[in-house]
């Protein structure tokens, strides 16, 4: 039983760190059948509700941010869990519906998913301790959230928001290097619902580059793919569209690619990082600036970009020198 929780956990974790989703689809088939060799009937439901969901995620033709497919079908496990009561299979399953939904934007029916599973109440930790991605479940949760209140303009998603980003931020203050890219992304968002574009496109390339460095094909994609849409709002002509495009293929998410708008321009540039990402970084307070620097220096690598207690940075000098 041991070894095949850690086979469920090793396939969440290779999803969630931006394993290639065709790999991890033949690694899902290869041992589902040996979990289920062992008959650990639980562990194999798990393993196909995660199979499932990368290969909606990965195929162009499959029912997207609905759970179902030739592995599982979403109306037949949900009339299970009513026969047999498996609240805690319900859980895992709804899990992956918030995973799934949010990859395909479909930030409504994540945060309904959530409210009907109090996952805004953390919930999970109580009922699940140790439960693998939890990290990542909040962080598509706060984001969701706070889509769900700029379309609503109802306070209280941004108050869920806030709740999951101050639990990750909190994670970050005791040395947890695995969420700065999230926290840099959430600060973007929150800059972008309060309308301070400026200051969310900055936060936007950070998270890239963040997530790009963690090797975070998946996150980088997606921030790669939000900054496309405020730099449309801004009459930005940096080619972020194409990049997210591009991570997203390497990522193997082609029924992702199949949702995004068609780009306009040519070839991704590079050079994304200009005159406008200094300007931003040096009109943050010196607590946004301590607060970056102090995540950042949680990897050897990111020593020198950011500099704790000063007013502002040349953020564009040191981060083109840290790229080459």
Not at 247 to 252: D, I, P, Q, S, V
Not at 254 to 270: A, C, N, V, W
Not at 278 to 300: H, P, R, Y
């Amino acid at each position: 039983e041991s070894a095949c929780w850690c086979i469920a956990t090793y396939l969440e974790m290779k999803f969630l760190q931006g394993g290639n989703l065709h790999s991890l689809i033949d690694d899902c088939q290869t041992y589902a059948a040996q979990v289920e060799h062992f008959s650990q009937k639980h562990i194999l439901g798990i393993i196909k509700l995660l199979w499932q969901m990368v290969v909606n995620i990965a195929d162009p033709d499959s029912q997207r941010h609905i759970l179902s497919g030739e592995i599982v079908n979403e109306k037949t496990l949900l009339k299970q869990f009513d026969e047999t009561k498996n609240e805690h299979m319900r859980l895992h399953f709804n899990r992956f519906r918030m995973i799934l939904a949010f990859w395909f934007c479909e930030y409504r029916q994540v945060v309904n998913i959530m409210e009907s599973t109090k996952t805004h109440k953390f919930m999970y930790e109580k009922l699940m301790p140790g439960i693998c991605g939890i990290g990542p479940l909040y962080f598509y949760c706060a984001v969701s959230c706070i889509h769900v209140a700029r379309t609503t303009k109802h306070n209280k998603y941004k108050k869920c928001a806030l709740g999951f980003y101050d639990k990750i931020k909190s994670w970050g203050k005791k040395g947890n290097p695995n969420f700065v890219h999230a926290e840099a992304l959430l600060d973007a968002e929150l800059d972008d619902l309060a309308g301070r574009e400026q200051h969310a496109a900055a936060k936007f390339e950070i998270a890239c580059l963040l997530a790009e460095r963690r090797g975070l094909v998946g996150d980088e994609a997606y921030a790669h793919e939000r900054c496309a849409i405020l730099a449309e709002r801004m009459d930005d002509e940096r080619d972020h569209l194409l990049k997210a495009k591009s991570l997203y293929t390497k990522w193997g998410a082609m029924g992702k690619i199949k949702t995004l708008p068609q780009p306009q321009s040519g070839d991704f540039s590079m050079d994304r990082f200009d005159a406008s990402l200094d300007i931003c970084l040096d009109d943050m307070t010196e607590n946004e600036v301590c607060s970056f620097g102090n995540a950042a220096k949680q990897e050897d690598d990111l020593k020198g970009r950011f500099i704790e207690g000063q007013h502002s940075i040349d953020c564009e000098d040191d981060i083109k020198s840290f790229l080459t």
